[in-house]
């Protein structure tokens, strides 16, 4: 060999970097991968058995982790209430399913808007000190709105429903029929007083007495029934219910039969939620 290649590998020895014993045998891709078919890959992501929740509707959102083998889980996040837009209602154990550690919680969104999941990191190792994290690829929720905002046609009232009066002859019969239950009915012995309506049993009555009601009239009287309701027992789902209801309130377009059904459903959700009646 001569001195000019006897120099070139003493050189070449010299730069050539030898790997650290701390080193893991596998390193994170930098975006997620497939699992099964690179083993240098751990894949974090959210699941949800919806991606187009009603306002206040209750899902599952799920964070999966899928580990090559020979890794193990070393730092799992906490995502507990309030959660970015989201509600945590329900936290599920961490467990493993089918190969990959999973954890399940209920969720609710209470805006009509688009959600994105926070940024979450989980943390692995495979042995020794060295722990390295890899980012949950998030998912993108879409929570439809009640109203439709390219409809600008304006809708007439409904039709006043007329009741025909009945002939005399049953008027009489109706009259002395009822002034013989009158009279029953005062001779009956006293039963025990009812318990009094709760504040939410009060509000679901107003709620369900404004149901033929033209669709404007309905969306009226579920707003001023949450706001009254949350003047005596405040919670935050009618705190949601009553931001959407003005916001709705003051939207360009006019509110229908269809819309204000909705909202009545959602005001009913958030009544149930704050009294659990």
Known sequence: ????????????????????????????????GDPVDSFDSVFARFEASTLTPLTGEPFTLSLVVSLPDGAFIAEWPLIEDPWGPFEIRETGEIERVDGDMRQDFTAVLWRPEDALTLETYVGYSAGGT???????????FSVPTVIDPEDETLRPPLPPIFTPWPYPALVVLVGI????ALIAW????KPAPAPLPTPGQLALAKLKGAGK??????????LAVLRNLQGQVPHDALVAAIETGEALAYSETPIDANDAAL???????AIREATRE
């Open 1 to 32: 060999m001569s001195v000019v290649g006897l120099l070139f590998w003493i050189a070449l020895a010299q730069v050539t970097p030898s790997p650290s014993p701390t080193t893991p045998p596998f390193v994170p891709s930098p975006t997620p």
């Open 130 to 140: 060295d722990v390295r994290r890899v980012p949950v690829r998030e998912v993108f």
């Open 177 to 180: 029929a009822a002034s013989l």
């Open 186 to 189: 005062t001779k009956r012995p």
């Open 213 to 222: 009601r033209p669709g404007d009239i309905q969306f009226q009287v579920a």
């Open 263 to 269: 909202y009545v459903e959602l005001a009913a959700r």
